[in-house]
T-cell receptor, first 114, second 112 residues
Framework: DSGVTQTPKHLITATGQRVTLRCSPR?????VYWYQQSLDQGLQFLIQ???????AKGNILERFSAQQFPDLHSELNLSSLELGDSALYFC?????????????FGQGTRLTVV | GQQLNQSPQSMFIQEGEDVSMNCTSS?????WLWYKQDPGEGPVLLIA?????ELTSNGRLTAQFGITRKDSFLNISASIPSDVGIYFC????????????FGKGTKLTVNP
C-alpha cells in the first residue's frame, strides 16, 4: 500500500458528461501529480500541484482541470468527455524535499466513456 | 518537450536469466526513478537515484545514474516469474518544477 488513495476505482460514464476524480496524498506529502495512461501506453503527465498551487503543467486538455485543497487532497475534473478520454488516471504524491522527488502512486481510477 | 527513450520496448526471457533495460534523454536530469507496474495497478517505486554515477541495488535489482546525467539503466538478475510486468524509468530535471517525465516502458515476460 503506497499510502496514496484514489477514488473511485472504476467509473463508467457517457460522452459529454463531467466527472471528478479524487486523490488523497500520503501523509506529509505536499505535492500531487496527475497522470493519464491509455491502453498499452506510457504515463502522460497532466498536472502537478504543490501545497495548493499549480507547479507544472503537461499535456492537459482545456476540458480537464484540477485543484489541490487546503487539506492537500486533489481533484481532477474531466468535462465534455469523449470516447478517447477512456484511460487509467493515476495520482502520485511526493514530499519534494531537498530535491528528492520520490513519487508514490495510487491504484488509479479506470475511466470508461461510452 | 523533454522525452525519455526507454529500450527495449519488450523482452521475453527464461526464468533465471539476467535482464537489462535503459533510458536515455536529450536533456540532463538530476533524479532518475525506476518503477514497476503490474496490470491494472499503479506503478510501484523500485529504485531512486540522485547522483551522477550512483549505483544502487534493491535485492536482485541494480540501477545506475549515468555519468552524463542523460541516461540510466536497470538490471534484474536471476529473473523469476513474478518479475513480469512493465518497467518504467522516470526522470526529473533541474529547475523549479519537479515534474517527472516517464519513459514508455519495457514490458517484461518471464517464461518458467
Amino acid at each position: 500500500d503506497s499510502g496514496v488513495t484514489q477514488t473511485p476505482k472504476h467509473l463508467i460514464t457517457a460522452t459529454g458528461q463531467r466527472v471528478t476524480l479524487r486523490c488523497s496524498p500520503r501523509s506529509g506529502d505536499l505535492s500531487v501529480y496527475w497522470y493519464q495512461q491509455s491502453l498499452d501506453q506510457g504515463l502522460q503527465f497532466l498536472i502537478q500541484y504543490y501545497n495548493g498551487e499549480e507547479r507544472a503543467k503537461g499535456n492537459i486538455l482545456e476540458r480537464f482541470s484540477a485543484q489541490q485543497f487546503p487539506d492537500l487532497h486533489s481533484e481532477l475534473n474531466l468535462s465534455s468527455l469523449e470516447l478517447g478520454d477512456s484511460a487509467l488516471y493515476f495520482c502520485a504524491s511526493s514530499v519534494v524535499d531537498s530535491g528528492n522527488t520520490e513519487a508514490f502512486f495510487g491504484q488509479g481510477t479506470r475511466l470508461t466513456v461510452v | 518537450g523533454q522525452q525519455l527513450n526507454q529500450s527495449p520496448q519488450s523482452m521475453f526471457i527464461q526464468e533465471g536469466e539476467d535482464v537489462s533495460m535503459n533510458c536515455t534523454s536529450s536533456s540532463i536530469f538530476n533524479t532518475w526513478l525506476w518503477y514497476k507496474q503490474d496490470p491494472g495497478e499503479g506503478p510501484v517505486l523500485l529504485i531512486a537515484l540522485y547522483k551522477a554515477g550512483e549505483l544502487t541495488s534493491n535485492g536482485r535489482l541494480t540501477a545506475q545514474f549515468g555519468i552524463t546525467r542523460k541516461d540510466s539503466f536497470l538490471n534484474i538478475s536471476a529473473s523469476i516469474p513474478s518479475d513480469v510486468g512493465i518497467y518504467f524509468c522516470a526522470g526529473q530535471s533541474k529547475g523549479g518544477s519537479e515534474k517527472l517525465v516517464f519513459g514508455k516502458g519495457t514490458k517484461l515476460t518471464v517464461n518458467p
